[in-house]
């Protein structure tokens, strides 16, 4: 059995796909299995993975264009390692990545969920994301999940394949914030361990789904809906994601995207917050959220 699964769900994105498969090549850990789940590509992504000749590659290809959560989720039930790690197609690892991971799964045997840290490139422009050494608990890493005090992207995750068996996968019908609906899933019974060290680089390319700042708002929305529980329990936090995302639109002179990010909060019953609700909380949750990134980074 292969010590780790790496899963990478794509659609069209063959030349950032083989930077991704390059750098799991290029790892100091040559025991895994990459599992690479074509959602529906119409381009060359089949034909540049068979001339990889590289026998560690699984490549399977869905019927139709389903979203990259359904892939994922495919790749999960072809997974033969119990430790799977996600690599989204425009990201790569640093050579360590593996290293890292299965170091921290045999260090901490009960361990059932890691976060690892990452830099990003936007706009030619270099970026940390970097989580403190912590292990929380399973009602911290839920309160830090509702506060954005943790640092996370998809391919950020590694979690033991029963675990993920256990709270269904990824959400199919989530287009976006599906990373953090994953994440809340596991911290309803699970901790999380994560590292300072940094073992990818998330880079955003033109079709990302969470590039546009328009939209937010709906994605949100739809979050809580799988989540209606969290949002009763942490409302200041709630109306400080909603107001947080109106302001930067005020903020960068974007008053139709603030315009159309305001209506959406209307459309929800889980939201319809209201102008003064929305200054109000937004102070309340900034607080808040400055509280329990301090108690996050006490947990190291």
Not at 204 to 217: C, H, L, Q, W
Not at 264 to 285: A, P
Request: proline letters at 2%; a neutral charge; hydrophobic letters at 35%.
């Amino acid at each position: 059995m292969v010590k780790v699964s790496i899963i990478t769900p794509t659609f069209n994105r063959e030349q950032a796909l083989l930077r991704a498969i390059r750098s799991v090549q290029k790892q100091t850990i040559t025991d895994y299995e990459h599992i690479i789940v074509d959602d529906g590509s119409t381009d060359n992504t089949a034909e540049e993975i068979r001339a990889l000749n590289d026998d560690r590659i699984r490549y399977v290809k869905l019927e139709a264009n389903s979203g990259a959560n359904l892939a994922r989720n495919k790749g999960v039930e072809l997974a033969r390692s119990q430790i799977v790690t996600y690599l989204d197609s425009d990201d790569v690892f640093t050579e360590n990545r593996l290293q890292n991971v299965l170091a921290a799964f045999e260090q901490h045997p009960k361990l059932n969920v890691f976060i690892s840290s990452f830099y990003s490139i936007k706009h030619g422009e270099h970026r940390d994301s970097i989580n403190p050494d912590a292990h929380l608990k399973s009602e911290d890493f839920e309160r830090a999940l509702m506060a954005h005090a943790v640092c996370i992207a998809g391919s950020a995750i590694s979690v033991r394949l029963d675990t993920i068996k256990s709270v269904g996968g990824f959400t199919p019908h989530l287009t976006r914030l599906q990373d953090r609906d994953f994440l809340l899933k596991l911290s309803r019974n699970q901790d999380v361990y994560m590292s300072s060290q940094v073992d990818w680089e998330k880079n955003e390319s033109d079709d990302s789904i969470s590039k546009p700042s328009i939209g937010y708002v709906d994605a949100f929305g739809f979050l809580a809906r799988e989540h209606s529980e969290l949002i009763k329990r942490y409302p200041s936090l709630t109306i400080y994601h909603v107001a947080r995302n109106i302001i930067r639109a005020i903020l960068r002179n974007n008053w139709s995207v603030a315009r159309s990010e305001y209506q959406s909060n209307l459309q929800f019953d889980e939201f319809g917050f209201s102008k003064l609700d929305l200054v109000i909380g937004y102070f309340k949750g900034k607080k808040l959220r400055k509280e329990i990134v301090r108690e996050i980074s006490s947990k190291g």
